[in-house]
């Protein structure tokens, strides 16, 4: 089946020590995403691609970095996590971001701990 | 600024009808989704509506009114399985989405 896969599902990092989360999808979509979600709060979205063009929300910290080598990958970077990074970090894919009916397909997500 | 609203917290019985409520303030409007989440997983898409009315999607209904901001999630013959998060997202006239904290929904037998 065609589909969208995180790696790790859980993760526990020192407080500085980078980590770097991977996602990868099978869907061949053009558009890759990256949401930090907190407990009961709405996902917020750190950037995406639309094919390799890299969009970065004004509002992400520089301590995350994204790549995506290629169509089917693409990693989050989280140089030197904080306590306040710890989240579960969604990966979503979908075909074209200009459409309206523009469903997102994502993966069972990172779930990061900070200690 | 931007704002999706819904109640954070839902409680019903098993095989009975719920109706969960979202109202929105965006820069434009193409679109609204319902997403299902349940607990340490990630959303799945429920229904998209763009256009005023009812869709209707087996136990699931979505209804939407753009001329007042509002829509609504109807689950019917509730199961425990449909105890989760639904989520309420609105793509703006930038196609950027826009998203509610999620109502969670407690189904009890």
């Known amino acids: 089946d065609a589909m969208v896969i995180q790696n790790p599902r859980y993760q526990v990092t020192q407080f500085g020590k980078p980590v770097t989360l991977s996602c990868s999808q099978t869907?061949?979509?053009?558009?890759m995403y990256w949401y930090q979600q907190k407990s009961s709060q709405a996902p917020k979205l750190l950037f995406h691609?639309?094919?390799?063009?890299?969009?970065n929300e004004a509002d992400t910290p520089d301590n995350f970095q994204s790549r995506r080598p290629n169509t089917s990958f693409c990693f989050l970077d989280i140089r030197s996590p904080g306590l306040g990074d710890a989240a579960m970090y969604l990966c979503?894919?979908?075909?074209?971001?200009?459409?309206?009916?523009?469903?997102?397909?994502f993966g069972a997500g990172s779930r990061l701990t900070v200690l | 600024g931007q704002n999706i609203d819904q109640p954070t917290e839902m409680t019903a019985t098993e095989g009975a009808i719920v109706q969960i409520n979202c109202t929105y303030q965006?820069?434009?409007?193409?679109?609204l989704f319902w997403y299902q989440q349940h607990a340490g997983e990630a959303p799945t898409f429920l229904s998209y509506?763009?256009l005023d009315g009812l869709e209707e999607k087996g136990r699931f209904s979505s209804f939407l009114s753009r001329s007042k901001g509002y829509s609504y999630l109807l689950l019917k013959e509730l199961q425990m399985k449909d105890s989760a998060s639904y989520l309420c997202?609105?793509?703006?006239?930038?196609?950027?989405?826009?998203w509610g904290a999620g109502t969670k929904l407690i189904i009890k037998p």
């Open positions: 979503a894919t979908s075909r074209d971001g200009f459409s309206g009916a523009n469903v997102l397909t």
């Open positions: 869907l061949n979509h053009n558009v």
């Open positions: 691609y639309y094919d390799k063009d890299f969009n």
């Open positions: 965006t820069s434009g409007f193409n679109g």
């Open positions: 509506n763009v």
């Open positions: 997202a609105v793509m703006d006239s930038n196609y950027q989405l826009i």
